[in-house]
């Protein structure tokens, strides 16, 4: 199996809070994570690329100081929303890259609300 | 520019009938083309995927896909929908020589009706 999980599966914060977002690969190492936003009844957009043991890669328009991401491990990365405001809610997906393979395997997704 | 359309935002179609969702790609490079499911509020999941080879690919739960190069196309296709089958699907391209980062389709949502 590729499993992925994310913690938590949803989240309510109030504005100016910082939230961390955790995305783990529970049966496989993955070098390669990546991080996804999704609007409702939008596609996913990419927002990052994260490496084991480097810095994140950030998709053009997307703040780094506002998400920051590490990647501690082959199997954990995690994004901080800091200092999060109402424009930051949204369904946050990560995914991960099965070591030796090209394939992405997506966790269930993080629902983060800020009132 | 790499890009995904996906023409159709809604698709309804009766259950037992077959299903065709149009996928249609513009790439710099030789792509590698996945189809994802994604149920409400949920993660996607892997249907199938295609990185060389047979141009037509068996997937999970009964659905396949054709590469068509000359079409620049990955159309997914079922021949029996099931009630639930029912679920927003995205089409996804990606490719090695841009670190495996993937270019989505704006999704089909498939309605089954009984």
């Known amino acids: 199996g590729a499993v992925v999980s994310q913690h938590p599966s949803w989240v309510i914060c109030k504005s100016g809070t910082s939230v961390k977002i955790e995305c783990r690969s529970l049966d496989f190492q993955a070098t390669t994570m990546f991080w996804y936003r999704q609007f409702p009844k939008q596609s996913l957009m990419l927002m990052a690329t994260s490496n084991e043991g480097s810095k994140a890669t950030y998709e053009q328009g997307v703040e780094k100081d506002k998400f920051l991401i590490n990647h501690a491990s082959l199997t954990l990365s995690t994004l901080t929303v800091t200092s999060a405001h109402p424009e930051d809610s949204s369904f946050y997906i990560c995914?991960?890259?099965?070591?030796?393979?090209?394939?992405?395997?997506f966790g269930p997704g993080t629902r983060l609300t800020v009132l | 520019a790499q890009s995904v359309t996906q023409p159709d935002i809604h698709i309804t179609v009766s259950e037992g009938a077959s299903l065709e969702l149009r996928c249609n790609y513009s790439?710099?490079?030789?792509?590698?083309l996945f189809w994802y499911v994604q149920s409400p509020g949920q993660g996607l999941q892997l249907l199938l995927k295609y990185f060389s080879g047979d141009t037509l690919v068996q997937g999970i739960k009964g659905f396949e896909a054709e590469f068509k190069r000359s079409q620049s196309s990955f159309n997914l296709r079922k021949p029996s929908v099931h009630w639930s089958d029912a679920a927003e699907y995205f089409c996804?391209?990606?490719?090695?020589?841009?670190?495996?980062?993937?270019?989505f389709g704006a999704g089909t949502i498939l309605r089954v009706k009984s």
């Open positions: 995914s991960a890259i099965k070591r030796y393979t090209d394939t992405q395997y």
């Open positions: 996804a391209v990606g490719a090695a020589e841009y670190g495996n980062k993937l270019v």
């Open positions: 790439y710099g490079a030789t792509p590698y």
